[in-house]
């Protein structure tokens, strides 16, 4: 008998376990569209990777977004203007540019950054992939590095008369990997935070105590100027001056009798 009622328990219990347990969602619940878009650097609206962005502007409106890169990605841009059906006179050119922390211009390696609507064309596509963003960089690099990174979208030439029209934006941006052994290497901290319009950026206090005070020395040479190139540069130039001076002189006086 009490084997049996063992033999039920186990059965039991197997079959609990033997219950898949409900798939969790790999992808996290996709981010609310967005409807806006800044005028400036300090007001560009955050976007993010596969986040619908559905926006009303007029015709010589500049708009801006931003968004957050890191090391490995290639940011894809894609931007698809609905122009107004009626009232256009003319072609229109439009761009679209993506800037780092800050403010240097990235190049585009994909994609139709400049293109040329006709007359009566329905909508203008504009692309901009980047390079891949890089984990470290020399200083005079202009390598994407990771941290916030701002687009803007804008009409570089239009009719005088079209300006004002009505039309529709759609923005999407998508993220893939690239080549994470392309290098080796590792940046401290983003290149620039996370645009925060309004609030005061508050600094760590300093670690050296404040009743520290420094060593004294018996000489000091804070009133020497930093010597560097230009000062050799004039003192020889000073020296080479004078020297020709005193030799065109000795060539132009009066030789005396004897």
């Known amino acids: ?21 409900p798939a969790l969602a790999d992808d ?38 931003q968004f957050t890169a890191e090391a490995g ?86 009719p005088e008369g079209d300006l004002g029209l009505p039309l529709k934006v759609s923005l999407s941006l998508a993220t893939p990997k690239g080549d994470l052994d392309a290098d080796q290497g590792e940046l401290a901290k983003p290149l620039v935070p996370n645009n925060q319009p309004g609030t005061v950026l508050t600094t760590p206090a300093s670690s050296v105590s404040p009743s520290a005070e420094p060593e004294k020395s018996s000489f000091s040479a804070d009133w020497l100027p930093d010597f560097s190139g230009r000062w050799f540069w004039t003192v020889g130039g000073g020296i080479l001056a004078a020297l020709t001076g005193l030799f065109g002189f000795s060539l132009t006086r009066r030789r005396r009798r004897v």
């Open 28 to 65: 996290p619940s996709p981010a609310p569209a967005v409807n806006t878009a800044g005028t400036s650097f300090l007001t560009a609206v955050p976007i993010t990777a596969n986040q619908a962005v559905q926006v009303g502007a007029v015709t010589g409106d500049y708009l801006y977004w």
């Open 73 to 158: 990605q290639r940011p894809d841009l894609t931007a698809t203007v609905a122009l107004p059906d009626k009232g256009r006179s003319g072609d229109e050119s439009w761009i679209v540019e993506v800037f780092d922390g800050l403010r240097r211009r990235q190049a585009c390696v994909a994609g139709e950054q400049s293109p040329v609507a006709a007359k009566d064309a329905a909508q203008v596509t504009l692309g901009c992939r980047l390079r891949q963003v890089r984990s470290w960089a020399e200083p005079q690099d202009g390598d994407p590095l990771p941290g916030t990174y701002y687009v803007r979208l804008s009409s570089t030439k239009v």
């Open 1 to 21: 008998m009490r084997i049996k009622q063992l033999a039920l328990a186990g059965a039991v219990v197997f079959g609990v376990a033997a219950v898949p347990a």
